[in-house]
């Protein structure tokens, strides 16, 4: 009778532990992803991708334990010149065609001071996929005085090099840079 108890109570457990886990969808109106490079050595280019998702798993309400999963779709690339979003749509960089997502999904996340993380993933872009380590700043959860729903807020930085995802190649430092400083902000709302 102890051991059917002691099962039922485990059960219990488990599926509470399930219900507590809450999804998080990224609120596209307030959010943004953005990439710095610098040409010539002299000049910082900044770009935003147009379209992207991001959504994040979590059972603790500091995000401690958090989970992110971004996609975003390549061809969105948008530097405001389009004659140069053409070309990193092209084989020389992004190639739209053959790779037309880019993907980070994290593996682990540590926190360095409150509200500071260092997040850890696989990023997957132009077909290969390699660990990343980026900063993530939990900015806080409030109610949204609008909707009445809690909204939390994040901002991601890090840097990432070309090299590593073989991105861009015909050009050379310092014709371009080969770190990329890659910056996010977004608000998020619960998804259940």
């Given amino acids: 009778m102890k051991k059917i108890v002691f099962l039922f109570a485990a059960a219990l457990l488990s599926v509470t532990a399930v219900s507590a886990q809450t999804t998080w969808k990224v609120d596209k109106a307030h959010?943004?992803?953005?990439?710095?490079?610098?040409?010539?050595?002299?000049?910082?280019?900044?770009?935003?991708?147009?379209?992207f998702d991001v959504s994040i798993v979590t059972n603790k309400p500091d995000f401690s334990d958090a989970k992110f999963n971004l996609v975003v779709q390549t061809a969105?690339?948008?530097?405001?010149?389009?004659?140069?979003?053409e070309d990193l749509r092209s084989a020389n960089f992004f190639d739209v065609d053959k790779f037309a997502t880019m993907t980070f999904t994290s593996t682990g996340i540590t926190k360095t001071t409150p509200n500071h993380y260092q997040l850890k993933g696989n990023l997957t872009l132009h077909g290969i996929t390699k660990?990343?380590?980026?900063?993530l700043w939990y900015r806080g959860t409030i109610t949204n005085p609008m909707s009445n729903a809690a909204d939390a807020g994040f901002q991601l930085t890090g840097v990432i090099k070309r090299s590593d995802f073989n991105f861009g190649s015909k050009y050379s430092a310092p014709i371009l840079?080969?770190?990329?400083?890659?910056?996010?902000n977004g608000e998020f709302g619960k998804a259940n």
Avoid: C, Y
């Fill in 131 to 135: 660990p990343v380590v980026m900063n």
């Fill in 31 to 51: 959010a943004q992803l953005k990439f710095t490079i610098t040409h010539l050595a002299v000049s910082d280019v900044e770009g935003v991708f147009k379209d």
């Fill in 177 to 184: 840079s080969d770190e990329v400083q890659i910056t996010a």
């Fill in 76 to 85: 969105s690339v948008n530097t405001l010149v389009e004659k140069r979003d």
